[in-house]
Every structure is written in C-alpha cells, then in structure tokens.
C-alpha cells in the first residue's frame, strides 16, 4: 500500500505493507517438512529446490500465508541451516512463489461472451 501525505505542505510519499499475521501452525509443520527434505543443507540439489517450490505452493494453494521476513527468521533459528546461501535460496524460493501466486490470483479469466 502507498501512503501520501502532506507534511508541512510537503507531500511524502511512503511505502507501507501490510504485516501478515505470524506462522502459522501449519506453515511451521511445511518448513519442517522442508528441513527434513533437504539432506545437504549446504548443497540444495535440483530436485530438492522444485520439492520446496511445491511445499510453498501448497500452503499458499491451502489458504494460508507467510511473510517472507518471517520464513528467513525462522530459518535462521532452527538451527540446522548454518550454510547461508542455501538460507537465502530457500528465503528467496518463498519470496519467488509468493509473488508468481500472488499475481496468478489477480489473473482473471474473462469470456468473449
């Protein structure tokens, strides 16, 4: 969302996002599941990085949501993920689904009728 005010007849404009509630049960069980995956955390593999894909489709799909901040932060404290790279790739592969899904959902589907 963006924000213009007018500040001592200034006008300031601000970028504002909405904070998406924080993990869910479920999505916390999905990133667990994505740990439990991933055999090589300093080495994700191709078939690996297209299972974790498939993982945040589904909990989008689900109804469910995630910030991204939240998704790194958590990655951070489970304590198995020391490689940093990989963090990001997976950090960035729920950022990449979120966006692709978020536009998709936007698409609509309009007949010639």
């Given at each position: 969302?963006?924000?213009?005010?007018?500040i001592?007849?200034?006008?300031?404009i601000?970028?504002?996002?909405?904070?998406i509630?924080?993990?869910?049960?479920?999505?916390?069980i999905?990133?667990?599941e994505i740990t439990?995956?991933?055999e090589d955390?300093?080495?994700l593999k191709?078939?690996?990085?297209?299972e974790i894909k498939?993982?945040?489709?589904?909990?989008?799909?689900?109804?469910?949501r995630?910030?991204?901040?939240?998704i790194e932060?958590?990655f951070?404290n489970?304590?198995?993920w020391?490689?940093?790279?990989?963090r990001?790739r997976?950090?960035n592969?729920?950022?990449y689904?979120?966006d692709?899904?978020?536009?998709t959902?936007?698409l609509?589907?309009?007949?010639?009728?």
């Open positions: 969302m963006i924000v213009i005010k007018t001592s007849q200034k006008t300031v601000s970028s504002k996002s909405d904070k509630m924080p993990l869910t049960n479920n999505v916390i999905k990133l667990n439990t995956i991933v955390k300093s080495n191709e078939q690996e990085i297209e498939s993982i945040f489709r589904d909990i989008l799909k689900s109804g469910e995630y910030d991204v901040d939240d932060s958590w951070e489970e304590g198995s020391s490689n940093k790279v990989s990001i997976v950090v592969l729920s950022h689904v979120q692709k899904y978020e536009q959902a936007r609509k589907i309009i007949s010639d009728d």
